[in-house]
């Protein structure tokens, strides 16, 4: 009788995970259907103020549950056809940044809706499920940055991003430096390798990612240098 329980509950399992991305990934093998529940379940209380599209709630709210700060902040994550040569990109709302104090400002990230290849676009839910998980966790690494600054400071870093290279290097290395310091490290790291030794994303975007961004080399001894500090403070 607990056997045949047991079995039923396990094909259960299938039905319900098939579709999932981590299921792909091998990771929920083992997993009963209840405890995948009570993790969609635990995870929904990170959508408060967010609308999310539904083909990457799940990695979305994984990517939140990050991010204590960013709880109660408005925040709309947008599929959009193409973003000038990006593929995800977080701002605040010009509106909420004249109308409303800090604690009410609302944001929202752009995500492109296909990732494009030389040959081919990949819906961007097909993406491995760790390296969307970086790359959502480095755009909420820019907004906990946009958070504590003042909406004068934030127009003048809109200005500066477009002006200066200098400067978009500094705004990124700070995302991933948050999108670290909240435990994200060897996912940047995945999104990272990702990006630089796909063979079939364009050259152009390649080189823009190594020219701006921290490389995963840098990244690691970010992760690291974070490692020694939690040793130091648990001895
Ligand atoms: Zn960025």
């Given at each position: 009788m607990f056997k045949s329980v047991f079995i039923i509950i396990l094909s259960f399992n299938f039905l319900f995970t098939h579709k999932s991305a981590d299921f792909v990934m091998g990771s929920?093998?083992?997993?009963?259907p209840m405890a995948h529940t009570d993790k969609n379940d635990k995870l929904e209380m990170y959508a408060n103020n967010k609308s999310i599209p539904d083909p990457i709630r799940e990695v979305t709210l994984e990517a939140l549950s990050h991010f204590p700060d960013l709880m109660d902040t408005r925040i709309d994550f947008e599929f959009k056809k193409k973003i000038g040569g990006s593929v995800m990109q977080a701002q605040p709302r010009v509106g909420s940044l004249v109308f409303k104090g800090k604690e009410n400002r609302a944001y929202r990230i752009k995500i492109s809706r296909y990732l494009e290849l030389e040959d081919e676009n990949i819906?961007?839910?097909?993406?491995?499920h760790d390296v969307l998980l970086g790359w959502i966790g480095h755009e909420l690494g820019h907004i906990q940055d946009y958070l504590n600054r003042s909406a004068v400071n934030l127009m003048g870093f809109g200005m500066k991003y477009y002006c200066s290279k200098s400067f978009v290097t500094e705004a990124e290395i700070t995302a991933d430096s948050y999108a670290v310091s909240h435990g994200l490290g060897e996912k940047i790291i995945a999104t990272k390798n990702f990006v630089l030794n796909h063979e079939r994303l364009p050259d152009d975007y390649k080189n823009k990612i190594r020219a701006l961004y921290m490389s995963p080399g840098e990244i690691l001894s970010l992760v690291e240098a974070q490692e020694e500090d939690e040793d130091e403070i648990a001895e």
């Open positions: 929920t093998f083992g997993l009963l819906p961007i839910e097909e993406l491995p």
